[in-house]
């Protein structure tokens, strides 16, 4: 179900904000960004800090392999909108086929070991939590410190949120370009 307050905002200010945010941009704004101007005391501040916190703020995880586990967590959960979003992201700071490899199967992704092993455990989060101490044992014996795992899990914990909700509301889905143009901005930008 499309909700109309996606689309136009939830104040005078924000649709012209909006408005303003997307001829910047060249393209229309992404759904997920429209959600933060509709009652912002829902969505906006406090996942919007959430989401900084996880996916830019101090890790031992690069942005673009954060950028990547939100692409995977968004594929687990069957999320084209975020999937794009997040993949287009990534692939601003690592190859293009590598992070293709690993939505199409990180098990074999030429990626690390310790990201191969982490990947499992956000998978087994998203899809089988019951089963998750035998994943972060195997992870933590390919060399992934308990610290990555806490990253890892607050990356894949507001992502389950998002995906979910983007899903409900029926986010449109943009295309290759627009994604890479709101790639670069929330790459610059960040998501609070």
């Not at 429209?34 to 995880?61: D, I």
């Not at 310790?114 to 998203?126: G, Q």
């Not at 998750?132 to 899990?153: N, Y």
Request: net charge neutral; glycine share 6%; charged share 20%.
């Amino acid at each position: 179900m499309r909700l109309a307050e996606v689309e136009r905002g939830d104040s005078l200010r924000n649709r012209a904000l909006i408005r303003v945010i997307s001829l910047a941009l060249g393209a229309r704004l992404p759904d997920a960004a429209r959600v933060a101007f509709y009652h912002k005391a829902f969505v906006g501040t406090a996942l919007g800090a959430w989401t900084q916190e996880a996916m830019r703020g101090p890790s031992e995880w690069t942005v673009p392999e954060r950028e990547l586990m939100a692409a995977m967590v968004a594929r687990w959960n069957t999320c084209p909108f975020c999937v794009g979003a997040h993949r287009s992201i990534a692939v601003l700071g690592m190859d293009q086929a590598v992070t293709d490899a690993c939505l199409a199967d990180h098990r074999t992704a030429p990626i690390s070991e310790p990201l191969r092993a982490t990947l499992s455990v956000l998978e087994t989060m998203t899809l089988r939590p019951d089963e998750l101490t035998a994943d972060i044992q195997r992870a933590t014996a390919a060399g992934v410190t308990r610290q990555q795992l806490t990253d890892a899990a607050a990356v894949a914990s507001v992502f389950n949120i998002i995906t979910r909700y983007a899903n409900a509301l029926d986010f449109a889905i943009p295309t290759d370009a627009e994604f890479g143009k709101a790639a670069t901005m929330m790459l610059k930008r960040g998501y609070a």
